[in-house]
C-alpha cells in the first residue's frame, strides 16, 4: 500500500512537473504588416523549425494593415510586437510622444518603396514622371517618400499628377492605363502586376533607394510597457528571428512551404518568387553580409531623419536614432552572420 501511494504521489509530482513546463510557455501575439506572402517566410520557418518554442515561447503570427498604420496596434499592446515601417514611426512617435516605441531588429536594411510602370510608359528614370499620372494611397509607405524622392532627383513635381487610390485597385488602374505609374513596395506591386497578366518584361521598377533615398525599411517593433516588463522574452523573439531570416536567406526554397502551409491559395511559384526579391534587394544586402542582420549603421540612420524630415515636419525637435531603434536586444554580430 505504501508503494502504490509512493508511485502514485511520484506520477503526480511528474504530471505537475509536466503541467508547469507547459505553462512555462509565453503567448505572443505578433502583427505582419501585410498578408501571409514570401516575405513573411522567415517567422514561419522560425515557427516550424521550433526556434521560437527554444526560447519558450508559443508565437502567433497575424496578418496586417499595411506598413504604416499597424504601428498603432504596437502602440496599444494590442501586438507586444509588429513589423512595420521604421521611416513611419518616426511621424508617428512625433505625433505620439508618450509611445516610447522603438524598433528593436532591422529586417529592410533597404526598403522596398519603388516606383513601378510599365514599359509602354517611357518612365525609365525620375524625371520621365513629369507630365505623368501616378497612383498612391494616400496612406502608402513608398508614397510617404515621395518629397523625398523629388528633391533627391530634381523632379519638378508640379508636373506630375497624384492621383489618391486604394491599395485593391493601385495595379489594376496601372495595368488598365488609368495612371502612368504607381507607387508601392517593389515586391508586392511587381507579382500583382503580374498577376494581372501583364508580362515581366512589361514591368518596370524603379527602387527609391537606388536613387538617393537613403532610408532603412521595416523593423521589429515593441511595444515599450511590454519591453520593460519582458526584456528577456524580447531578446528571444529576436534571437529566433534571426535563425528563421538566416535560414530564409539560405534555403528560400524550403523556406517558402512555411508560408504556403498558412496560404493556400497562393501560388507557390510567385510567392517564391517575391521572397527571393526582397531577400536579394531589401534583406540580404552587402551591409547586412558584411555586419550581420538585424542592426543599423549609426550614421546612415542619421542621414535617413535628415531625409525624413524633406517629407514629415516634426512638431518637436528631430528624433535620434536611438529614439527609433535599440541594439540592446540582438545577440553577437557573429550570430547575425549568413
Do not use: H
Not at 528614370?125 to 518629397?147: C, H, T, V
Not at 534555403?251 to 512551404?257: M, Q
Not at 517575391?274 to 540580404?284: E, Q
Amino acid at each position: 500500500m505504501f508503494r502504490k501511494l509512493g508511485l502514485t504521489a511520484f506520477v503526480g509530482a511528474l504530471l505537475a512537473a509536466s503541467t508547469l513546463s507547459a505553462s512555462a510557455e509565453t503567448d505572443l501575439k505578433f502583427a505582419l504588416d501585410w498578408k501571409f506572402e514570401g516575405p513573411s517566410a522567415p517567422y514561419f520557418v522560425a515557427i516550424d523549425k521550433g526556434y521560437y518554442k527554444a526560447e519558450d515561447l508559443n508565437v502567433t503570427v497575424d496578418s496586417g494593415p499595411g506598413s504604416v498604420a499597424g504601428i498603432a496596434r504596437v502602440a496599444a499592446g494590442t501586438y507586444p510586437i509588429g513589423f512595420f515601417d521604421i521611416n513611419s514611426l518616426a511621424r508617428f512617435r512625433d505625433q505620439n510622444p508618450d509611445k516610447d516605441i522603438k524598433g528593436v531588429l532591422m529586417v529592410y536594411d533597404r526598403p522596398p518603396f519603388s516606383i513601378v510602370s510599365l514599359a509602354k510608359s517611357g518612365i525609365n528614370a525620375p524625371k520621365d514622371l513629369e507630365g505623368k499620372i501616378l497612383g498612391a494611397p494616400a496612406p502608402d509607405g513608398a508614397f510617404a517618400q515621395w518629397k523625398a524622392f523629388v528633391k533627391e532627383n530634381k523632379i519638378d513635381d508640379s508636373k506630375v499628377k497624384i492621383e489618391n487610390v486604394g491599395f485593391p485597385v493601385r495595379e489594376p488602374m496601372l495595368a488598365d492605363g488609368k495612371v502612368d505609374a504607381i507607387t508601392g513596395f517593389s515586391f508586392s506591386s511587381y507579382f500583382n502586376l503580374m498577376s494581372k497578366g501583364i508580362a515581366e518584361k512589361d514591368i518596370k521598377v524603379m527602387l527609391m533607394s537606388d536613387y538617393g533615398i537613403v532610408l532603412y525599411g521595416n523593423a521589429i517593433m515593441v511595444n515599450p510597457e511590454f519591453a520593460k516588463a519582458n526584456p528577456k522574452i524580447v531578446a528571444g523573439f529576436v534571437r529566433a528571428t534571426i535563425k528563421g531570416i538566416i535560414d530564409t536567406i539560405k534555403d528560400p526554397e524550403s523556406a517558402i512551404k512555411s508560408v504556403m502551409k498558412r496560404n493556400e491559395t497562393a501560388d507557390e511559384k510567385i510567392e517564391l518568387a517575391r521572397l527571393k526579391m526582397s531577400l536579394k534587394d531589401n534583406i540580404a544586402t552587402p551591409w547586412a553580409k558584411a555586419n550581420g542582420v538585424g542592426g543599423i549603421d549609426d550614421k546612415r540612420m542619421e542621414q535617413a531623419i535628415e531625409q525624413i524630415a524633406v517629407t514629415y515636419e516634426f512638431k518637436s525637435a528631430k528624433p535620434k536614432g536611438s529614439d527609433l531603434f535599440t541594439s540592446q536586444y540582438l545577440p553577437p554580430a557573429t550570430d547575425r552572420k549568413f
